[in-house]
């Protein structure tokens, strides 16, 4: 049974006040995100399709990780971060190698404070369809690779993508982005964009209730150079939990449970209860982990490794966990 946030809050909040957590809604979405980074479960998982119109490749902020991808319908590998630095590898993939084939696979370039860095140096805007007290904390670097910051106002959008005559941006002109901090109290979505010659170039879009934001950012290597060339990206990727803030929100396990025993534990660690908190999470992800072998239980073999030394998986008949 799956339920909203103020169900939650409701259910939970002798909970929370017992132990000592005094804003309710946020002990929850704390103790949530803790559960949602305990194992890849199945209920953070999504499949996504995207278009690829160039060799980087951003995910949006609610997906984390991606786990299995195909391109233009053929699967296809997932390279971790150090593949450019491996002994007898392909080096740097900025620089692809003679002969090295498009669609090789994709190549996993971590985590960013935006979706997408300026094409060149240029100042930045920052735009909402709500009033937003208080103004985005930008820090970068230049063209000359010194590092700045600036304060950014946040626009109001009066049609969202339809930028004002007159928008207020950046005093400074940034050519990357090292980190993003939201002010406090943002009530809608906030997306940052450079300007620069009359142009627009889209940047992030932010969640009001992630103070710093952080994209995951991915390359094709040996992407075709014909112009306009699109890759089709059928992924599957880990959510990553977006805090709730509306009562209507949905949380995204089908059980309270867990979330009363991960309330319990973050308790019992405050006070210095080390065995009470580890007994508590060990409960909370038993409960999940249990609740997930059930659901996931049919005939043959379950693929619980797809990347596995380079095989086509790891088969296993007992385990439900993709790791």
Same mark, same amino acid.
């Given at each position: 049974?799956?339920?909203?946030?103020?169900?939650?809050?409701?259910?939970?909040?002798?909970?929370?006040?017992?132990?000592?957590?005094?804003?309710?809604?946020?002990?929850?979405?704390?103790?949530?995100?803790?559960?949602?980074?305990?194992?890849?479960?199945?209920?953070?998982?999504? !499949? %996504?399709?995207?278009?690829? &119109?160039?060799? $980087?490749?951003? /995910?949006?902020?609610?997906? *984390?990780?991606?786990?299995?991808?195909?391109?233009?319908?053929?699967?296809?590998?997932?390279?971790?971060?150090?593949?450019?630095?491996?002994?007898?590898?392909?080096?740097?993939?900025?620089?692809?190698?003679?002969?090295?084939?498009?669609?090789?696979?994709?190549?996993?370039?971590?985590?960013?404070?935006?979706?997408?860095?300026?094409?060149?140096?240029?100042?930045?805007?920052?735009?909402?369809?709500?009033?937003?007290?208080?103004?985005?904390?930008?820090?970068?670097?230049?063209?000359?690779?010194?590092?700045?910051?600036?304060?950014?106002?946040?626009?109001?959008?009066?049609?969202?993508?339809?930028?004002?005559?007159?928008?207020?941006?950046?005093?400074?002109?940034?050519?990357?982005?090292?980190? !993003? %901090?939201?002010?406090?109290? &943002?009530?809608? $979505?906030?997306? /940052?964009?450079?300007?620069? *010659?009359?142009?627009?170039?889209?940047?992030?879009?932010?969640?009001?209730?992630?103070?710093?934001?952080?994209?995951?950012?991915?390359?094709?290597?040996?992407?075709?150079?014909?112009?306009?060339?699109?890759?089709?990206?059928?992924?599957?990727?880990?959510?990553?939990?977006?805090?709730?803030?509306?009562?209507?929100?949905?949380?995204?396990?089908?059980?309270?449970?867990?979330?009363?025993?991960?309330?319990?534990?973050?308790?019992?660690?405050?006070?210095?209860?080390?065995?009470?908190?580890?007994?508590?999470?060990?409960?909370?992800?038993?409960?999940?982990?249990?609740?997930?072998?059930?659901?996931?239980?049919?005939?043959?073999?379950?693929?619980?490794?797809?990347?596995?030394?380079?095989?086509?998986?790891?088969?296993?008949?007992?385990?439900?966990?993709?790791?």
């Amino acid at each position: 049974m799956r339920y909203t946030f103020g169900q939650a809050k409701r259910s939970l909040a002798r909970f929370a006040d017992a132990y000592g957590l005094a804003d309710v809604g946020e002990a929850i979405n704390i103790a949530v995100d803790e559960l949602a980074n305990t194992a890849n479960w199945q209920r953070m998982k999504r !499949v %996504v399709r995207m278009n690829a &119109a160039g060799p $980087y490749l951003a /995910l949006p902020q609610d997906c *984390d990780t991606i786990v299995r991808a195909a391109i233009d319908g053929r699967p296809v590998s997932i390279k971790g971060t150090d593949y450019e630095f491996l002994q007898g590898g392909p080096g740097d993939l900025d620089y692809v190698p003679d002969g090295y084939a498009p669609l090789h696979g994709i190549h996993d370039l971590g985590y960013y404070a935006s979706m997408f860095d300026p094409p060149e140096a240029m100042p930045v805007a920052a735009f909402s369809v709500s009033e937003t007290d208080g103004k985005l904390r930008v820090r970068g670097r230049l063209d000359s690779g010194d590092t700045a910051g600036a304060e950014v106002a946040v626009n109001i959008w009066t049609d969202v993508g339809e930028m004002p005559d007159s928008p207020s941006v950046s005093a400074v002109s940034f050519a990357s982005i090292d980190s !993003v %901090v939201l002010p406090t109290g &943002a009530a809608a $979505y906030i997306s /940052l964009y450079g300007y620069l *010659d009359g142009e627009w170039h889209f940047l992030s879009r932010m969640h009001p209730g992630i103070q710093v934001p952080e994209f995951r950012r991915y390359r094709i290597p040996g992407f075709s150079d014909e112009d306009d060339k699109t890759y089709r990206v059928l992924a599957e990727v880990r959510a990553r939990f977006l805090p709730m803030v509306d009562d209507r929100d949905t949380v995204p396990f089908d059980s309270l449970l867990p979330v009363q025993y991960m309330l319990q534990s973050m308790r019992a660690a405050s006070i210095g209860e080390k065995r009470d908190a580890e007994e508590f999470r060990v409960m909370a992800e038993r409960g999940l982990v249990v609740r997930e072998n059930t659901q996931n239980e049919r005939q043959g073999f379950v693929v619980i490794n797809t990347q596995y030394s380079g095989s086509l998986g790891e088969a296993s008949e007992t385990e439900y966990d993709n790791i």
